[in-house]
Structures are given as C-alpha cells and as structure tokens.
C-alpha cells in the first residue's frame, strides 16, 4: 500500500521526509521518490526502484534541498513498479503530486487530457491528476483551486498531496477513501498517510474527514469539507507507549487484537473499496484480468488463520459462486496433490 509524507517548514525538508518514507515501509511498497522546492522556485524530483534506501542513496548524492516537499512510497496498481510510474508525478516542471489509492475514471480523463495537448510519460492514473490539476491551475491561477475543480471530476479513491513551484509556501492536501492525517508543528506543518511516520517531529495530529480538503502552510492550516464548508478538526495528541507495542489497557495483547479488529480492518480496507465494489487493481497491476480466470480458490493457513479460512470459504462460495477449499498448510506442503488451472491461492499468515 502506497505510504505518503510532506513536510512546510522553515529548515530543509529532505531528512524529515525520508526518515517518514522510512516509518512507513511496513506498508510495502516497490520504488519510491520525493520532490522538493527551493526558494528559487525550482521543482526538484528524484525516484528510485526499490528500497527507500536507493533513494537515500541518489540523493546523498545529489541532495533536493527546499523548505516544502512531498514524498511516497508506491505499490503498483496501475503501471508495472519502475522508475517512470514512481511517484511524484509531475505535470510541465512546476506541479509535483503522490497519490495513493485508485482513479476509476482515469482511462476518459487520460484521453482528454491528451487531446488538449498535456504529454504523458507513464502509465499510472496518478499521471492523469497531475495533468488535470496543471490544467485547473491555469484558469485559476491558484493551487487549492485547481486541485478543488479537479478531484471534483475524480471517481475511485484518493489521498493526494500537491504542491507547485509557483506558489512555495504550502501544500494542498485532500482524502476520499484513503488515509491521511496533518502532524502540527511549531512554525511547521506535516502530512502523512500515517502519524507513525510524523513522530519524530510533532505528536500534535489532525486527522482529515472523507471529502475534506486542507491547505497547509508553516503556520497555518485551513480545512474545508466536501460541501465546501470551513470545518475545525480536533487536534489528537499521540500517546507515546500507546502504540500497537503495548498493551495499553488491555489485560492480554490478545484481547487487545480483538478490540482492534474494526479499526485494523477499516485501516487496510482504505484506498481498496469505493462505496460500491472492491478495487481490484489494489492487488496488483494486472489483478482485474487474472481475477477473471479464476475458477478455485485454494485457501492455505495454520491455526486461526485455517479458521479465518474457512469462514472465507462460506462467503467466497455464497457471494462469488466460486468453489473453495480450506486446508492445513503443513498438510499441504507434505502431500502430493492435483491443482486444478486458474486456480487462485491465498495463502495466510
Ligand atoms: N494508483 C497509483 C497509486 C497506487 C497505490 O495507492 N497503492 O497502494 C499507482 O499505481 O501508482
């Protein structure tokens, strides 16, 4: 799952915002890149395929230095994992955006787009919002303008985080059905898929309501929800021990799991449905077309997970039609046995 951090701050941004791409690479991910404007007004960007630390490495090498940045680490959805689908897009060499989560609607945007002149240089939908926010910013001449017209033609899921050369001092944000939450500085501000990655500099969190739209700016934050109306949301101060490594109130860390477990899967859910039908795209590039094949599914797990299993066996049977079978995954791995084709595996752990 894609994993997004930016940084407004009077000292340079780059440390912070690889050390959050570093806190958030438990969400897994294929490349990652970063982009950052200087005070010169110049939009600089790099991208690497790989570990977060491929990046750190190019850019030690050659250092984005600037006082306003975005940063993300991708897994694929649309367009195989390499250097040119990485994110940040861009669109000309002003308009920087990370995205996660998935354009429904981006195939008819992409061709419009075309026809009215922007150039395309890869394969993800993410490509297409950049493009249609440059194309807002030119009528009207303001970022948190451009990017309110443009998720307004946006179907599917998305956290975005944009930010322009021309306008160096803030960055607009915006959520619908990915996560995305505002770390509150002093004279500096954040944003994050998630505050784990913003701990190192500020336990002062804003978490951002579906359809909400905020403009961040070293001392200023200013949200308005989907109707356009300004709205405050409550700043959450994070508990430090609080965290998923501490059993907190909870008698035993399994009690604890149990309680967690709407939070946990409203959290992976995220950026993976719409209010209508799953994403498929969301395990992977080529997911749609092999889900179509698929005439069995074979569950493999141990313990609870062989019990999680075959609960799914009573939906996966009930509501896709599709026959499935659960089995013990040591037994499995020790006995010789007759796969069908277009059988799919889900093995869990
Ligand atoms: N659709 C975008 C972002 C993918 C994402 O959010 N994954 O979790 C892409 O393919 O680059």
Not at 110 to 139: N, P
Not at 207 to 228: K, N, P, T, Y
Not at 246 to 265: D, N, S, T
Not at 297 to 317: D, F, K, L, N
Request: some cysteine; charged content about 25%.
């Amino acid at each position: 799952m894609c994993g997004i951090v930016g940084a407004v701050s009077e000292r340079d941004v780059q440390g912070i915002l690889l050390e959050g791409l570093r806190r958030l690479e438990y969400r897994g991910y294929d490349s990652a890149g970063m982009a950052v404007i200087d005070g010169g007004r110049v939009t600089q960007r790099a991208r690497e395929v790989g570990k977060v630390a491929s990046l750190a490495e190019a850019i030690e090498t050659n250092p984005l230095s600037g006082h306003l940045g975005i940063a993300h680490t991708r897994w694929a959805t649309h367009g195989e994992p390499s250097q040119v689908n990485a994110h940040p897009h861009m669109s000309g060499d002003r308009l920087a955006i990370v995205h996660n989560g998935i354009i429904e609607n981006y195939q008819e945007l992409r061709e419009e787009l075309k026809a009215a002149g922007f150039e395309f240089t890869s394969q993800t939908d993410t490509e297409v919002v950049a493009h249609l926010i440059e194309q807002y910013y030119r009528k009207h001449s303001n970022l948190y303008d451009a990017v309110k017209a443009a998720i307004a033609r946006l179907r599917g899921a998305y956290a975005l985080a944009v930010v322009h050369a021309d306008e160096p001092d803030h960055l607009v944000v915006c959520r619908e059905g990915s996560p995305l939450v505002i770390g509150v500085g002093i004279g500096e501000n954040f944003i994050a898929s998630d505050q784990l990655a913003l701990l190192p500099v500020t336990d002062r969190f804003m978490f951002l309501e579906e359809g909400d739209i905020a403009d961040i700016r070293r001392d200023a934050v200013s949200i308005h929800d989907r109707e356009g109306m300004p709205v405050e949301r409550k700043i959450i101060r994070f508990e430090h021990g609080s965290d998923s490594a501490e059993k907190g109130e909870y008698r035993h860390f399994m009690l604890k799991e149990i309680y967690e477990q709407p939070a946990v899967i409203k959290a992976t859910m995220e950026g993976r449905i719409t209010d209508t039908r799953v994403l498929e795209q969301a395990l992977g590039t080529d997911a749609a077309n092999l889900l179509q094949d698929v005439n069995h599914v074979q569950i493999i797990a141990c313990g609870t997970s062989y019990h999680a299993g075959m609960v799914a066996r009573y939906w996966i049977e009930e509501l896709a039609g599709v026959p499935c079978s659960v089995e013990v995954a040591s037994e499995f791995r020790y006995r010789k046995h007759v796969i069908q084709r277009d059988t799919l595996f889900l093995c869990i752990s």
